[in-house]
Structures are given as structure tokens and as C-alpha cells.
């Protein structure tokens, strides 16, 4: 699924938005709040991650990855792994929702 680039920069700057009125409050922030991820800050790797999360391991992800954009641009397995875990954790708050509604 793509979403319109306006809307993915508004989604990265509500995160660091959050993370900053969390620290003002000072509320301790979530784990790794404040920093994103190098897939979220990249809809063309995350979209190339989300292609092949479905038919492929992590370990073959990471490796593509590295092929594909470079040392700078790949993330690592366990970032991979997280980033997988968010979209999952995301379709399941999407399906309860329309249940809801």
C-alpha cells in the first residue's frame, strides 16, 4: 500500500512531534522515540521491504537490501524485523477498527 509523500511526512513529523511534547512533560519516552528508523525515513525501501516480507526470510531481506541500496541506505536485520512487527501490529489496530465502525 502507498500512501501520498505529504502524508508519510506528516506521519514522521507527528512521531518526533510526540517525542518532543513527551520529553517536555517529562514523560520518559518510548523506546527508541525521537529516532526513526532508517525504513521509515525511506518509502522507497520501505516499500521494497514490504514486497518482500511476504516470500521471503530476514536474513534474505537484509542481504537484498544491501545489494539493492548500499551500506548506507540498508538496514539491519533486527531493524527489518521491527519494521515488520509495526505492520503487522498496524493491520491488526486496522481490523479492529472497521470492526468497530
Not at 54 to 75: M, N, T, W, Y
Request: proline content about 3%; overall charge positive; aromatic content about 6%.
Amino acid at each position: 500500500m502507498k500512501i501520498p509523500r505529504a502524508t508519510y511526512d506528516a506521519l514522521l513529523a507527528d512521531h518526533a512531534q510526540l517525542a518532543a511534547i513527551r520529553i517536555t512533560l517529562g514523560i520518559a519516552p518510548n523506546r527508541g522515540a525521537g529516532s526513526i528508523s532508517k525504513i521509515d525515513k525511506d518509502q522507497e525501501l520501505a516499500d521494497f521491504i514490504t514486497k518482500l516480507l511476504q516470500s521471503h526470510k530476514l536474513a534474505e531481506i537484509e542481504r537484498l537490501c544491501f545489494e539493492k541500496f548500499g551500506v548506507d541506505r540498508a538496514p539491519s536485520k533486527s531493524s527489518i524485523h521491527r519494521f515488520w512487527c509495526r505492520l503487522n501490529s498496524s493491520k491488526s489496530v486496522a481490523k479492529r477498527t472497521l470492526r468497530i465502525a
